[in-house]
């Protein structure tokens, strides 16, 4: 099952991928914001679309699901809490997605922060997440209807996946994301490194997606609120009072990432 499937990448919008997943035949996808996009991958690779998958009911994640349904009734899974109608297959935390054509499997996990009821997807046997927008390549959602805490648990939940899981979020942010983050860990040697190979991907007009769990371990700041030289920064730059509360440290990083240029 590992060598059948393969993942291709659709830009949408100014900033968006959406994902469809496929064996050569049978497809797929992932937050379909533009319906047009997926169309044209699947038609140019000879595809059939077989399941839609949502993370969250933002428009650019669920824009296109009518047009694909009336091009091809499909069952739609997504989750059970953020009221997305289209949804026939609703989704908790720990449900188990299994698609037979093409065949993989897929844990639930909830994550709720940037939305109420937002879920991720992790193939195990892939190593694959699709972490909507919860976790990006070194930042994290804004917190629209969850919070702090709610959203510091849910990146904790995705930092325990193995650390050569592949991170496939929805958003081309990672050069903004590690300008914050240098400005948080300038010291951070990794973090220097990766933005200079993410500098040099997006010149090419390369994807920086997907990433890995090991490397935003040591490189994004919203999996390292906890970490000595974060609180620092936060405590010398007045944001953070309390250095005892990791709450209190991600509720700070995000405030300030909400307002950074």
């Known amino acids: 099952m590992k060598n059948s499937l393969s993942i291709l990448t659709v830009p949408a919008f100014d900033d968006n991928y959406l994902w469809i997943i496929h064996d050569g035949d049978s497809a797929l996808v992932i937050d379909p914001g533009d319906a047009n996009a997926i169309l044209h991958v699947l038609e140019a690779r000879q595809l059939r679309l077989t399941a839609i998958l949502l993370t969250?009911?933002?428009?650019?994640?669920?824009g296109g699901v009518d047009a694909l349904l009336a091009h091809q009734p499909v069952p739609v899974y997504g989750p059970a809490r953020d009221g997305i109608r289209q949804?026939?297959?609703?989704?908790?935390?720990?449900?188990?997605?299994?698609?037979?054509t093409p065949r993989l499997q897929l844990q639930v996990i909830d994550v709720p922060g940037h939305t109420a009821g937002h879920i991720a997807y992790y193939a195990e046997a892939q190593h694959w997440l699709f972490s909507g927008d919860t976790l990006f390549a070194?930042?994290?959602g804004r917190l629209f209807e969850g919070t702090?805490?709610?959203m510091l648990a849910s990146l904790e939940l995705l930092a325990a996946l193995p650390d050569h899981t592949e991170v496939y979020c929805a958003h081309e942010y990672t050069l903004s994301n590690l300008r914050f983050a240098l400005a948080v860990e300038p010291d951070n040697v990794a973090l220097q490194d990766r933005m200079k190979s993410e500098t040099e991907k997006r010149a090419l007009r390369q994807p920086t997606v997907p990433s890995?769990?090991?490397?935003e371990k040591r490189t994004n700041p919203f999996l390292r609120s906890r970490v000595p030289s974060v609180i620092s920064t936060l405590?010398?730059?007045?944001k953070l009072e309390n250095s005892e509360d990791p709450v209190a440290s991600f509720a700070a990083l995000r405030?300030?990432?909400n307002?950074?240029?």
């Not at 969250?56 to 669920?62: C, K, R, S």
């Not at 949804?87 to 037979?100: N, T």
């Not at 405590?235 to 007045?238: D, E, F, K, S």
């Open 56 to 62: 969250h009911h933002h428009a650019d994640h669920t």
């Open 87 to 100: 949804v026939d297959h609703a989704l908790f935390g720990g449900d188990v997605v299994r698609i037979d």
């Open 138 to 140: 070194g930042g994290c």
């Open 148 to 150: 702090a805490a709610q």
């Open 212 to 215: 890995q769990i090991g490397l």
């Open 235 to 238: 405590i010398a730059t007045g």
């Open 255 to 257: 405030n300030w990432k």
């Open 259 to 261: 307002h950074f240029a």
